[in-house]
């Protein structure tokens, strides 16, 4: 959006001398955080019109899934946003479990409020590199990705996977957690605060940073909404809207944290919304640490892969009279009831929301994919319109897109 | 409010409007006709007892294959939340099967463009009055809408762009070089074809 007195650089930006002239950015650049393509409308250094083009990615998700069951469908959503999968696989699982009305154990819910907090730190984390990449931090760059390597070491340790966890499971998660990732997990957290005073110290008050970002890319909190804007680029703006706190899932009704919130809506009340989000993740995480209760991690009545996660669980795997696949049932109750459900969860992205039709087979009739950074790539015409070219970089940077998610 | 209660407000206000309640755990949607649905979604947007200024999600269904004999052949399911005063609704608006079409809401939500144009490239339900109807996640020559429930998981034939850009790839292989048979591993280093 436009404002008068936005000014990166102390002397006027020449306007060009009217001659417009257009620049074809991406897909293919290393500042588009992926493979988007944005047609760029310029005068001088100004944008006139700004086109950004998804779908390069597009794999039809959403017709895939039609096609497998729900167990089946799970793994398309590790490939929907890859840098924080496990939070698109909570969601789905939500999704299905209130679709199907399963329940999930007390420990279950915990471990995965742990994983996807878990996973807002990683996403943040990448985040905060490549944003600050772009705008031209490279120490940051590293810093981060050497926290988000214990991370990823992290999860690898959980569930076999770095990048592709698939480790939630419809009506809990597939493994128990272990004493020795807890004890690594708690070594974390120690350690990571001081961290994060360490990526503050280097830039939030350094000056280049202040001028890329302090009055860039200003988006008030009822043009956020108009465009859908969610996540920490709707709080940057000073709406309140959390999906963790407006409709808790999982564990974080028993969990305490804050929201934080900006109030300018420009780039840099995106990035302290962000910082902030991690350090009440670190909160969050230890909470779940502290009160993780004992029991069982999945659901007695969860549809199941045929590798049993309980001892006394029958193998009847392609007998069932849904025809061929893994899910069979356990007890006699009708599993797949017919309706339709819309469920959201807060990812790191923003509001991921999952809208499952139900036709009373194994599979899904229709499964839609809210994906936040399809929406905020759709805000970045009006957001970039009438700004520099160079804070065109700085704002896909700050609206946090991720393309798979986005192309689907 | 409960989702209950804003339905039976909606009921009230647009008596004429209404087709249909769906309840399933929990969740309300309201089945409705298109012909007014920038007015009513006005008007849950703008009340103030209801303030719904989220629009959440906007998808197009295809009813084809669902054994329910009253829903329309095609619907466009709007989800809409008050983050005010946290609550939702789902709005279903029955979209006929011939020339499917439903009146653009990017006047009331400007988020809602991209989403429009999504179901129009998917699902090819068009918008009246949307600003810059296009296909948006498929190539713009793309034959069909693949979440048609017609279309069939694979095609028969390539993208007509694939077909070009493998013709390109053979164009400019001056090495005569062969991906196949390298790819599969077929071919062992000494058992090379003498050429």
Same mark, same amino acid.
């Given at each position: 959006?436009?404002?008068?007195?936005?000014?990166?650089?102390?002397?006027?930006?020449?306007?060009?001398?009217?001659?417009?002239?257009?620049?074809?950015?991406?897909?293919?650049?290393?500042?588009?955080?992926?493979?988007?393509?944005?047609?760029?409308?310029?005068?001088?250094?100004?944008?006139?019109?700004?086109?950004?083009?998804?779908?390069?990615?597009?794999?039809?998700?959403?017709?895939?899934?039609?096609?497998?069951?729900?167990?089946?469908?799970?793994?398309?959503?590790?490939?929907?946003?890859?840098?924080?999968?496990?939070?698109?696989?909570?969601?789905?699982?939500?999704?299905?479990?209130?679709?199907?009305?399963?329940?999930?154990?007390?420990?279950?819910?915990?471990?995965?409020?742990?994983?996807?907090?878990?996973?807002?730190?990683?996403?943040?984390?990448?985040?905060?590199?490549?944003?600050?990449?772009?705008?031209?931090?490279?120490?940051?760059f590293l810093y981060c990705f050497r926290e988000?390597?214990?991370?990823?070491?992290l999860?690898?340790?959980?569930?076999?996977?770095?990048?592709?966890?698939?480790?939630?499971?419809?009506?809990?998660?597939?493994?128990?957690?272990?004493?020795?990732?807890?004890?690594?997990?708690?070594?974390?957290?120690?350690?990571f605060p001081a961290k994060i005073a360490e990526y503050e110290t280097l830039i939030d008050t350094n000056r280049i940073w202040l001028k890329r970002t302090v009055g860039v890319g200003v988006v008030s909190g009822e043009e956020a909404l108009s465009l859908g804007l969610t996540g920490a680029c709707l709080r940057g703006s000073g709406v309140?809207?959390?999906?963790?706190?407006?409709?808790?899932?999982?564990?974080?009704?028993?969990?305490?944290?804050?929201?934080?919130?900006?109030?300018?809506?420009?780039?840099?009340?995106?990035?302290?919304?962000?910082?902030?989000?991690?350090?009440?993740?670190?909160?969050?995480?230890?909470?779940?640490?502290?009160?993780?209760?004992?029991?069982?991690?999945?659901?007695?009545?969860?549809?199941? &892969?045929?590798?049993?996660?309980?001892?006394?669980?029958?193998?009847?795997?392609d007998s069932n009279s849904y025809g061929t696949g893994l899910i069979r049932l356990i007890k006699e109750r009708e599993l797949y009831l017919s309706g339709d459900i819309y469920v959201a969860t807060e990812v790191p992205k923003g509001e991921l929301g999952f809208y499952f039709i139900s036709d009373g087979s194994n599979k899904p009739y229709r499964m839609h994919i809210r994906s936040p950074s399809f929406i905020h790539i759709g805000a970045l015409a009006a957001i970039a319109k009438g700004e520099l070219i160079a804070d065109l970089i700085a704002n896909i940077g700050s609206l946090d897109v991720v393309l798979g998610e986005s192309d689907r | 409010m409960e989702s209950m209660a804003i339905a039976d407000r909606?009921?009230?206000?647009?008596?004429?409007?209404?087709?249909?309640?769906?309840?399933?755990?929990?969740?309300?949607?309201?089945?409705?006709?298109?012909?007014?649905?920038?007015?009513?979604?006005?008007?849950?947007?703008?009340?103030?007892?209801?303030?719904?200024?989220? &629009?959440?999600?906007?998808?197009?269904?295809?009813?084809?294959r669902r054994k329910d004999p009253e829903l329309a052949r095609f619907e466009v399911v709007y989800h809409l939340y008050s983050i005010v005063l946290r609550h939702e609704i789902r709005i279903r608006v029955q979209v006929a099967e011939k020339e499917p079409a439903v009146d653009s809401i990017v006047a009331l939500w400007a988020g809602a463009n991209w989403l429009e144009r999504e179901t129009f490239d998917l699902m090819g339900i068009r918008f009246n009055g949307h600003p810059d109807l296009r296909r948006i996640l498929l190539p713009e020559d793309w034959k069909g809408h693949p979440l048609r429930k017609e279309y069939p998981l694979k095609g028969k034939e390539e993208w007509s762009g694939m077909t070009e850009l493998l013709a390109k790839i053979k164009e400019l292989d001056t090495f005569g070089f062969q991906p196949t048979d390298a790819a599969s591993g077929q071919t062992e280093p000494g058992q090379e074809k003498q050429s």
């Amino acid at each position: 959006m436009t404002s008068p007195i936005r000014q990166t650089l102390e002397y006027p930006v020449a306007d060009g001398e009217g001659e417009r002239y257009s620049l074809r950015l991406g897909p293919q650049h290393p500042a588009t955080h992926g493979v988007l393509r944005v047609d760029l409308e310029l005068d001088g250094e100004t944008i006139i019109e700004c086109k950004p083009q998804v779908g390069y990615l597009h794999r039809g998700f959403e017709k895939l899934a039609e096609n497998r069951t729900y167990t089946q469908a799970l793994i398309l959503t590790d490939r929907l946003d890859y840098i924080a999968a496990m939070a698109n696989n909570v969601g789905y699982c939500l999704a299905v479990e209130r679709l199907l009305a399963l329940s999930v154990p007390l420990r279950a819910q915990y471990i995965r409020t742990l994983v996807c907090e878990m996973s807002r730190l990683a996403s943040h984390l990448l985040w905060l590199a490549t944003h600050a990449l772009d705008i031209g931090a490279m120490t940051v760059f590293l810093y981060c990705f050497r926290e988000r390597e214990i991370l990823l070491d992290l999860f690898e340790e959980l569930c076999g996977a770095r990048l592709t966890f698939s480790y939630p499971r419809i009506g809990g998660v597939r493994q128990d957690v272990t004493t020795a990732f807890i004890d690594e997990l708690q070594r974390f957290l120690d350690l990571f605060p001081a961290k994060i005073a360490e990526y503050e110290t280097l830039i939030d008050t350094n000056r280049i940073w202040l001028k890329r970002t302090v009055g860039v890319g200003v988006v008030s909190g009822e043009e956020a909404l108009s465009l859908g804007l969610t996540g920490a680029c709707l709080r940057g703006s000073g709406v309140d809207y959390d999906l963790r706190k407006h409709q808790p899932y999982d564990a974080y009704d028993q969990v305490d944290f804050e929201v934080p919130l900006g109030s300018d809506g420009d780039i840099y009340a995106r990035y302290r919304c962000r910082m902030e989000e991690m350090h009440q993740s670190i909160r969050i995480i230890q909470q779940c640490i502290d009160q993780l209760p004992p029991g069982p991690i999945i659901g007695e009545d969860a549809p199941d &892969l045929v590798m049993p996660n309980r001892a006394q669980s029958r193998i009847e795997a392609d007998s069932n009279s849904y025809g061929t696949g893994l899910i069979r049932l356990i007890k006699e109750r009708e599993l797949y009831l017919s309706g339709d459900i819309y469920v959201a969860t807060e990812v790191p992205k923003g509001e991921l929301g999952f809208y499952f039709i139900s036709d009373g087979s194994n599979k899904p009739y229709r499964m839609h994919i809210r994906s936040p950074s399809f929406i905020h790539i759709g805000a970045l015409a009006a957001i970039a319109k009438g700004e520099l070219i160079a804070d065109l970089i700085a704002n896909i940077g700050s609206l946090d897109v991720v393309l798979g998610e986005s192309d689907r | 409010m409960e989702s209950m209660a804003i339905a039976d407000r909606l009921q009230a206000q647009f008596p004429d409007e209404i087709l249909r309640r769906h309840v399933f755990q929990g969740q309300v949607g309201v089945s409705i006709r298109p012909a007014r649905v920038v007015e009513i979604l006005r008007w849950l947007r703008d009340g103030d007892a209801l303030q719904m200024n989220h &629009l959440r999600s906007l998808c197009g269904v295809d009813n084809g294959r669902r054994k329910d004999p009253e829903l329309a052949r095609f619907e466009v399911v709007y989800h809409l939340y008050s983050i005010v005063l946290r609550h939702e609704i789902r709005i279903r608006v029955q979209v006929a099967e011939k020339e499917p079409a439903v009146d653009s809401i990017v006047a009331l939500w400007a988020g809602a463009n991209w989403l429009e144009r999504e179901t129009f490239d998917l699902m090819g339900i068009r918008f009246n009055g949307h600003p810059d109807l296009r296909r948006i996640l498929l190539p713009e020559d793309w034959k069909g809408h693949p979440l048609r429930k017609e279309y069939p998981l694979k095609g028969k034939e390539e993208w007509s762009g694939m077909t070009e850009l493998l013709a390109k790839i053979k164009e400019l292989d001056t090495f005569g070089f062969q991906p196949t048979d390298a790819a599969s591993g077929q071919t062992e280093p000494g058992q090379e074809k003498q050429s």
